[in-house]
């Protein structure tokens, strides 16, 4: 890995993280490890948004739909309107990254061993890390 600048560095920690919250939810999926939490092991239609955000209320459920299909409309329009794909595959980078975060911070909030302003301090620095890696790639730095 290429460290020469802050916006290779933020891009590598964001894939770092995104590889981290991605195997943390693969084994809570796998059922190891037994919590006592309302999201099921088995995926069905009623709760598959439950299952991949981790989300159980179901007004916060709609409203990372409604912000997530608002920003694909969004998206498509641009891509088609600058004839460029960089804003698609910057808004999948975002939905995968934001999507298995917020996964990963309710597997890591299970049982309490981890207190939640620890895991708010821990999101403002992804933020912050995503920011810097969405410049990254939009400036080619």
């Not at 598959?48 to 997530?68: E, H, K, R, W, Y």
């Not at 960089?86 to 975060?101: A, D, M």
């Not at 996964?103 to 301090?121: D, F, K, N, T």
Request: hydrophobic residues 55%.
């Amino acid at each position: 890995m290429n460290f020469d600048n802050l916006f290779r560095v933020c891009i590598s920690f964001c894939l770092m993280l995104l590889a981290f919250s991605l195997v943390a939810n693969f084994v809570d999926g796998l059922g190891i490890f037994p919590h006592t939490s309302s999201i099921g092991t088995e995926i069905t239609t009623s709760n598959a948004l439950s299952q991949l955000t981790g989300l159980d209320n179901p007004s916060m459920q709609g409203i990372f739909l409604g912000v997530t299909g608002l920003a694909f409309v969004g998206v498509v329009a641009l891509c088609w309107a600058t004839k460029n794909v960089v804003p698609l595959g910057l808004y999948l980078f975002g939905v995968i990254f934001w999507t298995s975060w917020i996964r990963m911070s309710s597997v890591m909030s299970y049982g309490g061993y981890i207190p939640a302003e620890l895991l708010a301090v821990f999101t403002v620095g992804a933020i912050f890390l995503f920011v810097g890696a969405i410049i990254g790639m939009l400036t080619g730095s």
